[in-house]
């Protein structure tokens, strides 16, 4: 295994490690914001089963997971006359912070997926060069100096596109998901929003 690994990293040159390097940081950073998401949908739905509670008059210390969440149920909990008018203040500055902490990371994650089918043609490039040096210095008749040329122009090419093609659907993953997640935060708003204009005309 070591053996064909090796084998590998020669035949692509120093592009190769680099597109690897990229690779692993679009992977850590999707599996980051991944876990981002799962622990605020957690945080959502413990943000709704307090804000039933305080609407309620129960007594609710904010502990959802989130510190937004809990900023907002903090302040919805000591202002005095809980309107309607006044949730959708605090709400709609809650909701551009929530959204800019969802979107984080998602820009720098396309960046990369754009820069490895760049260093790809980089190394495809690379390879095309050192094959032209080969012919120049060596001919046409030697055609193991210009394999090693080819060997990088290829390698590098495909693994360019083997990284970038999976990223960018796993990125397309992760945005439909944050998207889910601004419907729902926008829905909850509405919900909370609704429960208290029924307590207002009751």
Not at 22 to 47: E, P
């Amino acid at each position: 295994m070591m053996r064909v690994t090796e084998e590998i990293f020669s035949q692509g040159g120093l592009i190769l490690p680099t597109l690897f390097l990229v690779s692993f940081v679009i992977w850590y950073s999707g599996f980051l914001s991944l876990y981002r998401f799962y622990t605020f949908h957690r945080a959502r739905k413990n943000f709704m089963a307090g804000m039933d509670m305080l609407l309620h008059g129960e007594n609710y210390e904010p502990h959802t997971g989130n510190s937004r969440f809990d900023t907002l149920l903090i302040l919805f909990k000591r202002v005095p006359e809980k309107n309607v008018k006044m949730f959708k203040v605090l709400y709609r500055e809650f909701l551009m912070g929530a959204v800019g902490d969802l979107s984080q990371g998602l820009t720098t994650i396309s960046v990369w997926i754009s820069v490895a089918p760049l260093l790809g043609l980089l190394g495809t490039v690379t390879g095309m060069v050192a094959t032209f040096r080969s012919i120049m210095l060596f001919g046409t008749g030697s055609p193991g100096f210009m394999a090693e040329g080819i060997s990088i122009a290829l390698v590098t090419t495909k693994t360019g596109l083997a990284v970038a093609v999976p990223a960018l659907l796993f990125h397309l993953f992760l945005v439909n998901m944050r998207n889910r997640l601004k419907q729902n935060l926008i829905q909850d708003g509405k919900v909370v929003a609704a429960k208290i204009s029924v307590g207002e005309t009751v």
